[in-house]
């Protein structure tokens, strides 16, 4: 075998073996955290393992992990209004409000009450370590009939990482209007456009829920009525965090569409969100990654 294909796999095993240890910290985020703990999950050298762990990640694993809980954090704060602080901050891990605001606060430059009561989302994407690649042995991809559905439907425009501020308006047209209840009623966000390719002036996110009949337009928030319309589709299941899936969706047009002899149809790649990030932990995310076919 060629040198550069031994490259290849041990490259591979390598990502495999540190895709556990994040998921293990995902897994646990609520419970003590130990080096050793990680190393053997890994299957590496506890005398090694914290050189390279940061190697790979870039930050120790101690720190990593407090961003994970300051990361959860946040958005329980910015979506859970009425959620103490003093709450949230246990939960991540800190013993005292205080330690836990001082945390965020040099992490964030806000206070948990200042983020709780205005979100900077531009900053926050900014100050949070990137997500990691995760390697994947395959991916399961299922062909599915969806049935057309009512929805409504609040049109996102501009910075990527201001769709939770797009979002945040999306919920409270459902707590103030009653229609389309996140508990009763599907959640979808529609994806005409690849973060990673278009400019921020020019990128448009949808974010939709069904409906069971149309919803009145003369509403204050610009939610409308629309529609995804039926028809056979590509379904990759995700569970994870969201940050994921921008790079799953591009797999799918990368790897999977080429391999399966299927062609597209006149409709973009759309998610179904099956629940949230201030209501389950990240690894608990669950989320349908749909690509309309012929």
């Not at 407090?66 to 800190?94: C, T, W």
């Not at 900053?123 to 929805?151: A, C, G, L, Y």
């Not at 990482?161 to 229609?179: D, L, S, V, Y």
């Not at 456009?193 to 149309?214: A, I, N, R």
Request: net charge negative; proline share 8%; hydrophobic share 35%.
């Amino acid at each position: 075998m060629p040198i550069d294909k031994y490259s290849t796999l041990n490259t591979h095993r390598y990502q495999r073996r540190f895709t556990k240890v994040f998921d293990y910290i995902d897994q646990h985020l609520d419970e003590p955290l130990l080096l050793e703990q990680l190393s053997e999950v890994a299957h590496f050298s506890p005398y090694h393992f914290h050189r390279q762990f940061s190697a790979f990640c870039g930050v120790p694993p101690g720190r990593y992990i407090q961003l994970m809980r300051l990361k959860r954090a946040s958005y329980r704060l910015a979506f859970n209004p009425h959620e103490k602080v003093i709450d949230i901050a246990l939960d991540a891990g800190f013993q005292h409000a205080e330690s836990f605001s001082r945390a965020f606060k040099q992490l964030f430059k806000l206070t948990p009450s200042e983020f709780r009561h205005q979100p900077v989302w531009i900053d926050w994407h900014q100050r949070m370590p990137q997500p990691q690649h995760k390697w994947r042995e395959n991916m399961s991809v299922d062909i599915h009939d969806f049935p057309t559905t009512s929805v409504a439907l609040l049109v996102h425009r501009g910075e990527p990482h201001r769709i939770n501020e797009t979002a945040a308006q999306f919920i409270a047209w459902r707590k103030a209007t009653g229609f389309s209840p996140v508990r009763s009623s599907q959640t979808f966000g529609i994806a005409p456009h690849d973060p990673t390719l278009t400019p921020p002036d020019g990128f448009e996110f949808h974010l939709c829920g069904s409906v069971d009949e149309p919803i009145p337009e003369d509403n204050v928030f610009g939610v409308i009525n629309s529609a995804i319309p039926g028809g056979r589709c590509a379904v990759l299941r995700h569970q994870g965090s969201h940050d994921a899936l921008t790079e799953l969706a591009q797999s799918l047009y990368r790897d999977w569409l080429p391999a399966s002899g299927e062609e597209l149809r006149d409709f973009p790649l759309f998610f179904h969100y099956h629940n949230f990030v201030h209501e389950v932990a990240e690894h608990e995310l669950v989320t349908d990654i749909f690509l309309p076919l012929k």
